[in-house]
């Protein structure tokens, strides 16, 4: 609680826990043989349709020039592939392989269990209550 009685900013209170939930992911997913971008890649690839670098950069909220190197080693080890647009030749469509969903969920799954010890921390009738608050916050949380 804040010193003058009050509650802190929500920033405040949030980014130690994502600080912590993102040093525990980054060994999960160098296990599976992928960085941070590029599940968030795979992730946005798996839940979406088919979308150029551009639109990919945007909805990942990344600067399309940062994330060239990260889907040059998605597709190098064949997560994801790269096709022309039949309607505009200097564009490339990107779309995950069966190879890139099985490692987004293998490696979803491990996070995920890491995040249930992390969650078995809060009894159990506020677990949904916390996911589901967290859900209504996050902003396009239902957006592909």
Same mark, same amino acid.
């Given at each position: 609680?804040?010193?003058?009685?009050?509650?802190?900013?929500?920033?405040?209170?949030?980014?130690?826990?994502?600080?912590?939930?993102?040093?525990?992911?980054?060994?999960?997913?160098?296990?599976?043989?992928?960085?941070?971008?590029?599940?968030?890649?795979?992730?946005?690839?798996?839940?979406?349709?088919?979308?150029?670098?551009?639109?990919?950069?945007?909805?990942? #909220?990344?600067?399309?020039? *940062?994330?060239?190197? +990260?889907?040059?080693?998605?597709? $190098?080890?064949? !997560?994801?592939? /790269?096709? =022309?647009?039949?309607?505009?030749?200097?564009?490339?469509?990107?779309?995950?392989?069966?190879? #890139?969903?099985?490692?987004? *969920?293998?490696?979803? +799954?491990?996070?995920?269990?890491? $995040?249930?010890? !992390?969650?078995? /921390?809060? =009894?159990?009738?506020?677990?949904?209550?916390?996911?589901?608050?967290?859900?209504?916050?996050?902003?396009?949380?239902?957006?592909?």
């Amino acid at each position: 609680m804040a010193k003058n009685g009050g509650r802190r900013d929500l920033a405040a209170m949030l980014q130690p826990l994502m600080r912590s939930l993102i040093a525990a992911e980054l060994p999960v997913l160098a296990s599976h043989g992928i960085s941070m971008w590029g599940y968030v890649v795979l992730s946005a690839l798996d839940d979406g349709p088919v979308r150029t670098q551009a639109a990919l950069a945007t909805a990942i #909220g990344a600067d399309k020039t *940062r994330i060239i190197s +990260t889907l040059d080693t998605l597709q $190098e080890s064949g !997560l994801i592939s /790269r096709t =022309p647009d039949p309607h505009d030749r200097r564009v490339r469509l990107l779309s995950i392989t069966d190879d #890139g969903r099985r490692v987004r *969920r293998s490696a979803q +799954t491990d996070i995920h269990a890491h $995040e249930d010890r !992390l969650l078995a /921390r809060l =009894p159990a009738a506020d677990r949904r209550v916390f996911l589901d608050a967290v859900h209504t916050l996050t902003p396009d949380a239902d957006a592909p």
